[in-house]
């Protein structure tokens, strides 16, 4: 396709930028106006060495050549003093090559070789050295004669640009490219159109042995300064009607075939990524000084990289250490925090000699990375400033400043000039975020916590501003721009415990509060203390919790047999231990020369072993999606998300969403760990429907699955299914219980009901309203209707046939308790016979009644079969069984009160055939159900009556 690129010209000031695309400002396009004289001139060649003839291979790594020039190496031997290469080339006896990149065969590496013969598939050359049966290695060989040819630029496009820019509404580019299509094409129009297919013959052995790998397309960036980064950002507008992607249309398709190891199978749309795994680790280089603000570095091992904004650390300069020994609180005043410690050793913590409260604002520096100066107004709340370095505890950017300047304290005043380079509040600019400026102690410490370290292997750098005095270290904490709300929860107060005694060298103990914190749960050590019988006290070892929310605890000890009114446990003190690290915040991407930093006071030297962890503050959204709406519902449904699957493979082991958190239990609360576990997934804002299901599982299948936790269904806490504003319901799996503080139901149906565990033997019923009252009949309490006003609700109970229970009323007028009870003579029988006149024997307790289930069905009835059959009853249910004499006609009589104008049916459950079953002759008294042939064998019948 032929595209007519059309050019323009755009005005900066006083100053014509001319941008070329394909066509000069005289040129006219056939049917419009010329569009004047926008241009886009070539690109500048400045610091560009021309590309024609220039292309060679001198063993640089990374030299642009064409593949003739190249060797690929994937195995090689040596016998003889000769080697051979297998792989790809187009190689000639003669030709010299520089070996590169080779991962096993190393030795090899920047040696310049002479070929003696060559293959399309392997090469051979001289090369001194023992005997190397063949191995399987990658590297290239580059041939050291080969330049580009003539027609190397029309054969390959390759641009390098140094610094080379054009300007386009506000973009600087080294590529720009303008579009235009006025002309209605009845065919697909493509600003850019690739057409790749990739023939050559490949492999795939998964780990031991690898891939070959194909890709349409290629980019590798590497961006290496703060602020935002975007390896792609596309703008689309489209004001028309019709469909319109403006993310990405993607038609894929495979074979398929899942045989190397580690194979992926198919995917359309593959994402990896989050927070780099390394970071930088080195020592300090040559030359450096205290205070240094550039400074040598030389890498060791992790990122080779520094990180643009993080905190370059000097661990060997380190000098305090301790545990936290209490919870994290605010400096009045001010957005800084502050943690109680207890230093290690006969380490000594000296307190900040100047602390006081910013009044100035500190504005955008007029020009962006480069520091201005600024005098402040200072509120003193401790000591006083000098020249120096001072921390600025900044409500929205912390840093370190230089104070190149003060007045003499005027009382609690000072006015302090600094140069700064962020912009932060007073109180008075924003009250959520004040700032603050400390100076001495240990401004310019970060705060490592050691179980962070000892977790996962990062070192953590909350930027330490100072200390209020010798027990309490101060530090902020920048998240997205905001310092005060923003705390280190690392501290938990000991909880209480009760009632410990020891027995046999084990100790069990009571907590003496309900409810308490699962954080000890699975902790392989605890500390126990300020036992009222001190002989309880110590470090021990795996804990033993038991009871829903940790109602009791036990453990090894040994000792006599001893007990104790009350005690604390606790974590070890490991788990609140820190390190603080002399540093400075990274103001700029590494050069040849060092590592830009801060103003600092650390006593940088040669040697020193510096690290640069990640910045504390990081934040993830891994794939966020904003959808936007306007215009109502036009009848079809919109959706932020769809997905449809078609094709037999949508069976029994595809799931349509799966979500793993691949981290080990023991990282969290619960099991033993420091950190909260997850929240799976939230839902906020307004809506109608949670979710909805419009379709019931198939084959029996299961709505939810709630299994165990990860420690097995034995785990002494039961979790919350729902937790409601008022309310809660929870789930034991331990015992397959559900509970609840409270709960109603229209209608209950159970095969037994239980109270505190024990099966029911009596029944108190409060006042109830008319239609809403409860019988029992056959063993079975059912839902009966009430007796004329003012009448207990059950006023008589048919017991197999006879009054063996009665109903006693207690309580007041008003609210009336009606309390079934055996007669007198009789008794609950346990195996379902009634009992006989003479009561049970003096030394057997009463039998409790037989389980309750509560059912719809009508109150007080019996039945009767007719000749030849036999039946029995359940509410609602009968089954009847024929003999010989059996017969047509009139099977059972059911004796029910019925109300006027009731009708009642029945039908067959189950079976093969429908006998003819209907019902009829119904009375006050209760109904006949007839047959219109005679019934062979067993039968069940299902009635009922509305």
Not at 283 to 311: C, I, Y
Not at 392 to 412: D, K, N, R
Request: with cysteine; hydrophobic share 35%; charged share 15%.
């Amino acid at each position: 396709m032929h595209l007519r690129m059309i050019g323009s010209t755009l005005l900066l000031g006083l100053c014509s930028v001319t941008l070329l695309f394909g066509q000069t400002a005289n040129e006219s396009v056939p049917g419009r106006e010329a569009p004047g004289s926008i241009q886009i001139p070539p690109p500048s060649m400045a610091g560009v060495s021309p590309l024609a003839g220039s292309i060679r291979a001198e063993g640089i790594p990374d030299e642009i050549v064409s593949l003739n020039c190249v060797a690929l190496i994937s195995s090689l031997k040596i016998e003889k003093n000769v080697v051979t290469f297998s792989g790809i080339n187009h190689l000639s006896a003669a030709q010299q090559v520089h070996i590169l990149k080779l991962n096993r065969a190393t030795y090899l590496n920047d040696a310049t070789l002479t070929v003696l013969a060559a293959t399309p598939v392997s090469f051979t050359a001289a090369f001194s050295h023992p005997d190397v049966s063949p191995i399987s290695d990658g590297g290239t060989a580059l041939r050291t004669d080969c330049g580009a040819k003539a027609s190397f630029r029309s054969d390959q496009k390759v641009d390098v640009f140094h610094n080379n820019l054009n300007y386009f509404r506000r973009h600087l580019s080294s590529d720009i490219g303008l579009f235009t299509y006025d002309n209605f094409l009845p065919l697909e129009q493509d600003a850019h159109y690739t057409f790749s297919t990739f023939s050559a013959p490949s492999y795939s052995w998964g780990n031991h042995g690898g891939w070959g790998v194909q890709k349409d397309r290629h980019q590798e960036v590497v961006f290496n300064s703060r602020g935002i980064a975007q390896a792609n950002t596309l703008w689309c507008h489209k004001h028309g009607t019709g469909d319109v992607a403006c993310g990405d249309y993607v038609y894929g398709y495979t074979d398929g075939g899942s045989t190397a190891q580690s194979d992926e199978g198919f995917t359309v749309d593959t994402r990896q990524g989050g927070e780099s795994d390394a970071y930088f680790h080195g020592t300090v280089g040559k030359g450096a000084t205290a205070g240094a603000t550039v400074l040598p570095v030389v890498f060791s091992s992790g990122q080779e990289t520094t990180t643009d904004g993080a905190f370059l650390l000097d661990i060997t300069k380190g000098r305090l250490s301790g545990t936290v020994s209490g919870v994290d609180a605010l400096v009045d005043g001010t957005s800084v925090h502050v943690l109680p410690v207890s230093l290690a050793g006969e380490q000594h913590l000296t307190a900040s000699t100047g602390i006081g409260i910013i009044q100035t604002p500190l504005p955008i520096i007029a020009v962006a990375n480069i520091p201005e100066t600024i005098t402040l107004e200072i509120k003193l709340t401790s000591g006083s400033f000098k020249p120096g370095v001072a921390c600025l505890a900044g409500g929205w950017y912390p840093e370190h400043v230089s104070i190149t300047a003060v007045e003499p304290p005027a009382g609690q005043r000072q006015r302090v000039t600094v140069i700064h380079k962020n912009p932060n509040p007073t109180a008075e600019t924003d009250p959520s975020n004040p700032s603050s400026l400390w100076q001495g102690s240990v401004c310019g410490d970060y705060l490592s916590l050691d179980r962070n370290l000892a977790r996962d292997g990062f070192r953590t750098s909350y930027a330490i501003v100072g200390a209020t005095d010798p027990e309490h270290i101060a530090y902020v904490w920048n998240v997205n721009g905001s310092v005060r709300q923003n705390g280190i929860k690392l501290y938990s107060a000991p909880v209480p415990l009760k009632q410990l005694v020891r027995k046999g060298g084990v100790v069990t103990a009571n907590f003496a509060r309900a409810n308490t914190s699962f954080l000890y749960n699975q902790a392989p050590s605890v500390v126990i203390a300020d036992a009222a019988n001190p002989s309880f006290n110590g470090t021990v070892s795996s804990p033993v919790y038991v009871g829903g929310q940790n109602v009791s605890v036990s453990w090894k000890q040994p000792g006599p047999d001893a007990t104790s009114a009350s005690a604390t446990i606790d974590l070890p003190a490991s788990s609140y231990g820190f390190h603080l690290y002399p540093g400075a915040e990274i103001l700029a991407p590494q050069t040849p020369e060092g590592v830009s930093l801060e103003p600092n006071t650390v006593a940088w030297e040669a040697g020193d072993i510096i690290e640069n962890p990640h910045n504390p503050s990081f934040q993830m959204r891994f794939r966020t999606t904003g959808v936007t709406q306007h215009t109502p519902p036009s009848g079809a449904d919109s959706r932020g998300e769809l997905w449809t699957f078609r094709g037999a493979g949508i069976s029994a082991n595809f799931r349509p969403s799966t979500w793993v958190n691949t981290n080990p239990c023991k990282l969290y609360m619960g099991c033993g760990g420091t950190l909260d576990p997850i929240i799976w997934t939230t839902h906020r804002g307004p809506y109608g429907i949670l979710n909805r299901i419009d379709s019931a599982p198939m084959n029996g299948g299961v709505l939810f699955r709630v299994g165990c936790d990860s420690l097995g269904c034995d785990h002494p806490a039961p979790y919350a299914l729902f937790v409601m504003q008022n309310g809660y319901i929870s789930y034991d799996p331990a015992t397959s219980t559900v509970s609840t503080a409270a709960f109603k139901a229209d209608a209950l149906t159970s095969k037994r009901l239980q109270v505190e565990g024990a099966s029911i033997d009596k029944l108190s019923l409060p006042k109830t309203g008319d239609n809403d009252c409860l019988g029992v009949k056959d063993h079975v309490l059912v839902s009966g209707r009430s007796q004329p006003q003012g009448a207990p609700c059950i006023a008589s109970i048919h017991w197999r046939g006879g009054n063996g229970l009665t109903v006693q009323q207690s309580g007041s007028a008003a609210e009336p308790t009606y309390t079934i009870v055996p007669e007198a003579g009789y008794y609950i029988p346990k195996l379902g016979n009634r009992g006989n006149a003479e009561p049970p024997p003096s030394s057997a307790s009463t039998p409790v009644a037989a389980s309750f289930t509560v059912a719809v069905a009508n109150a007080g009835g019996s039945i009767s079969c007719a000749a030849g059959y036999r039946c029995s009853a359940e509410r609602g249910r009968i089954e009847l069984a024929s003999n010989r004499n059996a017969a047509a006609g009139k099977i059972v009589r059911v004796q029910a009160r019925l109300e006027a104008g009731e009708v009642c049916t029945a039908t067959q459950n189950g079976g093969t055939a429908f006998f003819g079953i209907g019902s009829g002759g119904e009375s006050v008294a209760g109904f006949d159900i007839t047959s219109g042939l005679a019934i062979s064998g067993k039968v069940v019948i299902d009635y009922f009556c509305r």
